[in-house]
């Protein structure tokens, strides 16, 4: 009987301790799996690595490649860092953390990038993706899109803010990449990352790695991340003399044990790494083979093939078809066929079809200086062929032709063409930017076209108004063409991508 008395007890209190751990410890000790990388941001080395290609949950993380990609558009002229956003009821509800942003209100996109730089806003960084690429879908292929170019293999983005979806997933190894990219890419705007309070336009901000920022020596970034799928992860870098390390850890258990493991990495790193090291700063991103097929409303897909890369060589474009300029030459006896002319006569006869007055048509003329007739020479003016006459056709004729246009001085005003038709297989384009004003992007289209005329030479400039701004393009060329173009012009540090048929 006694024993039957116990047995309930135990049993009672295994069942309160199973509860105490499920229910009284935090969630956050039951972490997501721990992953660390460690490299020498000066040359990339690596110099610790564990679970570091294992795909996690990077949580705010994302941000960094939200924050990436709008220095990007920036720099590219697709918006302004002063341009006003209005926040959408998607980017007002998400959840926290968060700046507070209203349905409808307006903010400067540069208090948005402070929030999610240092507050690590979710609202903020959806309105970032909004603002650039219409949607947060889009804005998402983008983010793949990018990544891809960076070299991030194992990362798939679905958000700009990082909360959880299925999908959503990245390493630790990735994200050091990422984290490097912002330190080299954009020194301009690295500082946000150190920044301990900020002014984010409705509020002033804190850091959300403001104790590792203030704990840590030389400590100057890069991003925190939590959700309860991820853990505490952070991204840091810091600095000490000549020496930069980088540390990323996934699946941390709290703030403070991911802060103390962190700086245990980062000092491992700085005995690791070399006093002295070259500085070999990442390749930028090339959107060769980086393509993305979005679809569009009616269920086709559509292809947007963004190029970068240096000219390896230059070749002399081909003369567009139509543009030889003939003679041709009659005789008495038969009209003989067309031959090219010299190329004193090409100058001049470019010299005269590019002048602003109209041409006139210059009548053909016999000067008969012997009994056999001279041959009878007559320039096109035209850029379209002239055509041949029919061999069949009696030498009388055109001589009689000739005479009729002297005697009455007829006019045959010539059709001079002056910009190439898209048709043809010219279905291809190139995109200079993305500018605040239509003034802007025809600044642009005329100085671009200036400065490499060889190739956009006879193309149309057109300037397509935008919901984020003004895009500057390059219309009716080949692919061939605009493929050449793109590689001449990034070549000389101007941004551009290609425009496939739509």
Not at 40 to 46: K, L
Not at 425 to 446: D, M, T
């Amino acid at each position: 009987m006694r024993a039957r008395r116990v047995q309930p007890a135990r049993y009672g209190l295994f069942i309160l301790a199973a509860i105490w751990v499920l229910l009284i410890l935090p969630l956050s000790a039951m972490a997501a799996p721990y992953a660390a990388y460690v490299i020498d941001a000066r040359t990339g080395e690596v110099l610790h690595s564990t679970n570091a290609d294992t795909r996690l949950h990077p949580a705010s993380l994302t941000k960094m490649m939200t924050l990436y990609i709008a220095f990007e558009a920036i720099k590219r002229g697709e918006i302004s860092i002063d341009s006003k956003v209005k926040i959408s009821s998607n980017a007002a509800s998400e959840p926290p953390s968060k700046l507070g942003l209203k349905s409808g209100q307006t903010i400067a996109l540069r208090y948005l990038i402070r929030a999610a730089a240092v507050k690590s806003a979710n609202d903020a960084a959806t309105a970032i993706g909004e603002a650039i690429e219409g949607s947060e879908a889009k804005f998402a292929r983008r983010m793949n899109r990018t990544a891809k170019a960076l070299g991030m293999k194992n990362t798939t983005f679905k958000n700009a803010h990082g909360l959880t979806e299925p999908g959503h997933m990245s390493t630790a190894h990735d994200m050091t990449i990422l984290g490097r990219h912002l330190l080299y890419d954009f020194p301009e705007y690295y500082n946000l990352f150190s920044r301990i309070t900020a002014d984010a336009g409705v509020r002033k901000v804190s850091h959300t790695n403001r104790r590792f920022l203030t704990s840590y020596k030389g400590a100057d970034g890069i991003k925190t991340g939590y959700t309860r799928a991820a853990g505490f992860n952070l991204v840091a870098s810091a600095e000490r003399g000549n020496e930069r390390v980088i540390v990323t850890v996934f699946g941390g258990t709290s703030t403070s044990a991911r802060n103390a493991k962190v700086a245990e990495l980062m000092d491992l790193g700085f005995r690791r790494a070399p006093s002295k090291a070259p500085l070999h700063k990442p390749a930028k991103p090339s959107y060769v083979d980086v393509e993305d097929i979005p679809m569009a409303s009616n269920g086709a897909a559509g292809k947007t093939i963004r190029v970068v890369g240096a000219v390896t060589s230059s070749k002399r474009p081909n003369l567009r078809p139509g543009s030889t300029v003939e003679v041709v030459v009659a005789t008495a006896e038969k009209p003989q066929a067309t031959s090219p002319i010299f190329k004193a006569d090409i100058t001049a006869a470019l010299q005269e079809a590019q002048k602003t007055v109209p041409v006139q048509a210059v009548a053909p003329v016999l000067r008969p200086s012997a009994p056999e007739a001279e041959a009878v020479k007559v320039a096109a003016v035209s850029m379209r062929p002239i055509q041949r006459p029919a061999e069949t056709e009696p030498a009388a004729e055109v001589i009689k032709v000739a005479q009729v246009a002297k005697i009455k001085k007829v006019p045959a005003a010539p059709e001079v063409i002056t910009r190439v038709s898209t048709s043809g297989g010219r279905h291809w384009g190139v995109n200079v930017g993305r500018y605040p004003s239509r003034y802007a992007a025809e600044k642009v289209l005329l100085k671009t076209a200036l400065s490499e005329i060889s190739t956009l030479d006879g193309t149309l400039r057109k300037v397509v108004q935008r919901p984020q701004g003004f895009d500057a393009n390059f219309l009716g060329m080949t692919r061939e063409t605009a493929d050449l173009a793109c590689r001449r012009l990034v070549a000389r540090n101007v941004n551009c991508f290609m425009i496939g048929p739509s």
